[in-house]
Every structure is written in C-alpha cells, then in structure tokens.
C-alpha cells in the first residue's frame, strides 16, 4: 500500500466509494486516464504525472467537501463595509487532491445580526489596479473549450498552429499569478472541476515566482495583431477576430432537417451529427467550404486594409524603439 494515498484508497474500499459522475467532455477519442497499478521506479517528473492521475482519479471516487460561507455587512462612520468568508466542514476529496484549496484566505469571527462592536483598528490604504497579464496556455485552453474550439485531442495542434505562423512568441511568466488546476464554469470557461459534472473546484491562483516560474505565457507579435485589427477593419459579417465562424455555422441544410430553434450550430456538434447519420459528410465539407472561401475572397479584396493597418504598428513599434534608445 502506497504510504502517501494508501489510507485514504483503503477508506474508499471501506463503504467511501462514491460513484464517480460523468464530466461534461467526451470526445470519445479514449477513456479518461486512470491507474491501472501501483508505480514505484519512476523518475522526479513522471512520479508527479502519476501522482496527480491517481490522486484525482480517487478524488473524483470520494464524496464531496462540504463547507459553509458567510457575509457580513457593518456600518462604521457613516461607510457600509461587507465581507465574506468560508468554513470548511468536511474536507472530504480536498483530503487526497491538493490541488484545489477550498477556503478563505483569512478567517471570520461570529457575529449575531445586530450585534455591535468596536474595532480594534481601522486602515486606510492606497493602492492601484495593473493591467491583466498574458493569456498562459492553461487560460487558452479553458477559453478555447468554453467556445467549442478544437477537443482534447487537436488543442495542442491548434495552440502549435498559431506559434509556427508566428502569430504569437511564448515567455516564460515572471511575476504576478497564472490560473492553475480545473475551473468551474466561470467566465474563463471549464474542463470540469474533478471531473464529475459539477465543476465544484474553482480557479486555483497561484503566485509565479518560485517553482512556478517556467509557466508560458503567449505574447502576440506584430504579425497577430496587424491580422486581428485587420480583419476587424474589413468588417466581415462573421468576425474572423473571434471564435464565431468555427463556433457558429448556419446552414440551409440543416435548417431542413432540425428544429429552428437550432440554426446557429457547433462545428463540433457537426460532426457528432455526422457520426449519427444525421447529416452527410458532404453536405458538412461543402457547406464549410463555401463559408471560408467567401471569407478568402473578400480577404483578398481587402488586401489593402490588411497592408495598411501591419504598416501602421511597423512604424509604431520603430518608434517605440526610437524612443527607447532616446
């Protein structure tokens, strides 16, 4: 028995077992990853790859944590101030999957609705907002797969893509925080909390500095802007800018054959409908087709603008540069 999550498998066997819920993607590409026996002679970086297979695949057999919250709102000078808190009850998986923390970064006393106290201290402190930092590719992901771009098999193959054109540079984040573990369905979408359906976890913040460093982050080069604002300037009826034109298909086709409260169509959902027999291979790629070459044409049409607008951020940066060097 592994001496690091043995205990806690045995209490699963015990009557702890709780039966795993289904997760929201299944691509059907292969059944979710799980250990199959114990390893022991393995190397710093694939003990840690094991590890957090088996610590979530027990987590996502264990019952859920369970946790109170409160808020409390006071009035102190003529000011209203509120705060909000957490109580962990029943730690539950959290016991054997470290990589989600559930709870308050600083503890709340009891109060009693009314009740009155004087405070110990009162700060004022100033401060200022920084500008949000570069998309990491844990972020990309969570936002590609709230959009219905790409599966779990073809993200890595889109994310090089973008990286071999030269759309973006990648660096490694030094400073501030980078978005790690599994969100829920905030708004920078979700893979599923512990894979259970319910997307229970949250976005764990975690510093990078130290050991979190090599974290990479996606920088856009003048190539990927000038294409963004490009496009956007040219003004197609499906913004190429924004995840639409692979999200959204609207088709003639299909109008026929499904309710119309269904027009607008996942690409993905497309070829599910294919694996169906619900619609025909054809009628999918010829419908596709005839969407992007009317995109290409037009395009090409505005070449110009495109020209116009990486000229632009050309000499914006030389005289960035410039000013730099002045």
């Known amino acids: 028995m592994d001496g690091t999550w043995g205990d806690f498998a045995q209490g ?151 990286k071999e054109r030269s759309y973006v540079l990648t660096q490694a984040r030094t400073g501030g925080t980078f978005v790690a573990g599994f969100a829920n369905s905030g708004a920078r979408g979700s893979r599923g909390g512990r894979g259970r359906g319910r997307g229970r976890g949250g976005l764990a913040t975690v510093s990078s500095t130290g050991q979190n460093n090599s974290m990479q982050e996606f920088i856009p080069t003048t190539l990927g802007v000038a294409l963004i604002e490009g496009y956007d300037n040219i003004g197609f009826a499906t913004s190429l800018s924004k995840p639409f034109l692979r999200k959204e298909v609207r088709t003639s086709i299909e109008m026929s054959k499904v309710d119309q409260a269904k027009r607008l169509t996942q690409m993905e959902l497309q070829m599910k409908a294919i694996c169906a027999g619900t619609i025909s291979k054809n009628d999918v790629v010829h419908e596709s ?29 030389n005289l960035i540069d410039i000013a730099k060097v002045g």
């Not at 219905?148 to 090089?160: N, R, S």
């Not at 005839?290 to 990486?310: A, G, I, N, T």
């Open 289 to 317: 087709l005839e969407k992007y070459r009317e995109v290409y044409y037009k395009s090409m049409q505005h070449m110009d603008v495109l020209k116009s607008v990486s000229a632009s951020l050309i000499r914006q940066r």
């Open 12 to 162: 699963l066997l015990d009557g702890g077992f709780h039966q795993p819920r289904s997760g929201r993607n299944n691509d059907k590409a292969h059944p979710p990853i799980h250990p199959v026996n114990h390893a022991s002679n393995l190397g710093a970086e694939e003990r840690r790859v094991y590890e957090f297979i088996v610590r979530r695949f027990l987590a996502c057999c264990s019952e859920d944590a369970k946790g109170e919250s409160s808020m409390i709102e006071l009035t102190y000078g003529g000011e209203i101030f509120s705060a909000s808190g957490l109580m962990v009850l029943e730690r539950e998986y959290l016991e054997v999957y470290p990589y989600e923390k559930w709870e308050s970064s600083r503890k709340l006393p009891v109060f009693t609705l009314g009740e009155t106290f004087v405070p110990t201290e009162a700060m004022m402190n100033e401060g200022k907002t920084t500008p949000p930092g570069y998309l990491t590719e844990p972020e990309l992901i969570a936002l590609m797969d709230v959009n219905g771009i790409g599966t779990d098999a073809t993200m890595a193959e889109h994310i090089a893509k973008i």
